[in-house]
């Protein structure tokens, strides 16, 4: 079984910075991509970004510019470099590891959450 422990939310005012934590108990080259989603109250959750094995990164429009994730394999681990907050980008933010097992089956795995909030 996978384990992603994400850390480093919290509150922060608006222009402020946050770094996320993502720690899985497994090799992340084994996974691909990994990548943070976020949920806002009353919203789906989204994408935000995410790193293939390779290192190739994806950003929502939103964040773009902003956000930086990326990924030090010796300590398994992701990061999400969050700057220039704004308070649209409060929520949980949820780390994310896929993994292809063959053609037609992705194994899917998900941590609990962190909560970031951005004050006005």
């Known amino acids: 079984q996978v384990q992603l422990v994400e850390s480093g939310g919290g509150l922060v005012q608006a222009g402020g910075s946050l770094r996320l934590s993502c720690a899985a108990s497994?090799?992340?080259?084994?996974?691909?991509?990994m990548g943070w989603y976020r949920q806002a109250p009353g919203k789906q959750r989204e994408l935000v970004a995410d790193?293939?094995?390779?290192?190739?990164?994806y950003y929502a429009h939103s964040v773009k510019g902003r956000f930086t994730i990326s990924e030090d394999t010796a300590r398994n681990t992701v990061y999400l470099q969050m700057s220039s907050l704004r308070p649209e980008d409060t929520a949980v933010y949820y780390c994310?590891?896929?993994?292809?097992?063959?053609?037609?089956?992705?194994?899917?795995?998900w941590g609990r959450g962190t909560q970031v909030t951005v004050s006005s």
């Open positions: 790193i293939s094995v390779g290192g190739s990164t």
């Open positions: 497994r090799a992340i080259f084994s996974f691909d991509p």
């Open positions: 994310n590891a896929k993994r292809r097992i063959n053609p037609s089956s992705l194994e899917d795995y």
